[in-house]
């Protein structure tokens, strides 16, 4: 904020997380108290100060909202997948269930980072109560602090044959590790709701794959599952009813539902709605209606035009400028 002022610029805050009531939530003890309040006091000017606010959620920006900030300064542009990297493969010419012996096989998936943010409390009951079906199988992929804590606790409970964990795979694998699972498992902790969204989430979506939320009801993620019809939503500690989700639903009949590609847009979308935010915010009008032409360009995938003389960039760079 006061390097934007300084600089006199216009400030825009682009939010994946809120902190640190995050970390707080996580049992950051030095952020509670005096200095946690400092630093939400010190967060908060920013957020009313800044031209834009972007979260990727709708229940971040109730939160960002809530602190104070103009409601037409807060918007919402979700994360998004590399839709052109991924696409549904189906499971008989999957080359990853083929190197890991998964043919004929029920594959609950995870995929990215684990971290504090996850419940792994169900997951763990669930498998165990399916611990004598050997078709089922919970595929693990990625990294994070808590994947080896995952891995320790599976053994701990007598699983180790039903969990499998893997590093993150090369990039031109990527379609393929996403569509290995039959379905996916996300969480978060309840307290964490609004804080942090599962981003993740997009790159299932992409790949074509349902999703078994465990979460609570009035989450990001549960609003998403829900409104495109691509999964189910289970409460956090409900053991019983993830078991049975898993056993006696049929998931073949669900992922034509779950490709949700142009619904939820791509990175080509996401980049211009940003820019389009951030040309809508300011007073110069010419450098704005400048900046959104390109943009529009830029979204419908048209080429980039060459400008004929400096005045184009010129007011471009000038829309940079605070008036």
Not at 21 to 47: P, Q, V, W
Not at 191 to 204: A, H
Not at 210 to 215: E, K, L, M, S, V
């Amino acid at each position: 904020m006061l390097i934007a002022e300084r600089r006199q610029a216009h400030l825009v805050n682009w939010l994946q997380d809120l902190y640190p009531e995050t970390a707080n939530s996580l049992g950051c003890r030095f952020l509670k108290g005096y200095i946690g309040h400092a630093l939400i006091y010190l967060r908060d000017r920013s957020l009313r100060a800044a031209r834009a606010n972007v979260v990727v959620g709708e229940r971040m920006a109730e939160l960002v909202r809530s602190s104070g900030t103009a409601p037409e300064r807060v918007h919402v542009i979700p994360n998004w997948a590399h839709d052109e990297k991924i696409s549904p493969i189906p499971p008989a010419l999957n080359l990853l269930r083929r190197d890991l012996n998964l043919q004929g096989k029920f594959v609950v998936g995870y995929s990215g980072n684990l971290t504090r943010a996850h419940e792994v409390e169900t997951l763990l009951a669930a498998a165990t109560q399916l611990r004598n079906e050997p078709k089922i199988v919970f595929l693990f992929i990625g990294g994070g602090d808590r994947l080896t804590a995952l891995s320790d606790r599976a053994k701990e409970h007598g699983l180790p044959d039903s969990f499998r964990f893997l590093p993150y795979q090369e990039r031109h694998m990527l379609k393929h590790s996403l569509s290995a699972p039959d379905v996916y498992w996300l969480s978060l902790r309840p307290e964490l709701e609004g804080l942090v969204v599962r981003s993740n989430f997009y790159g299932i979506a992409a790949a074509g794959r349902p999703i078994i939320a465990i979460t609570v009801r009035h989450s990001e993620i549960a609003r998403l599952v829900r409104q495109h019809e691509c999964g189910i939503v289970i409460q956090p500690g409900d053991a019983q009813a993830l078991a049975a989700a898993i056993v006696v639903r049929k998931w073949a009949a669900v992922p034509g539902k779950c490709s949700m590609r142009i619904s939820l847009g791509s990175e080509r979308s996401a980049v211009g709605k940003m820019c389009l935010i951030i040309s809508n915010s300011v007073k110069n009008r010419t450098a704005g209606s400048v900046l959104e032409s390109t943009v529009r360009r830029y979204m419908s995938g048209a080429p980039r035009r060459k400008s004929k003389s400096a005045a184009g960039d010129q007011q471009l760079a000038q829309f940079f400028k605070a008036e």
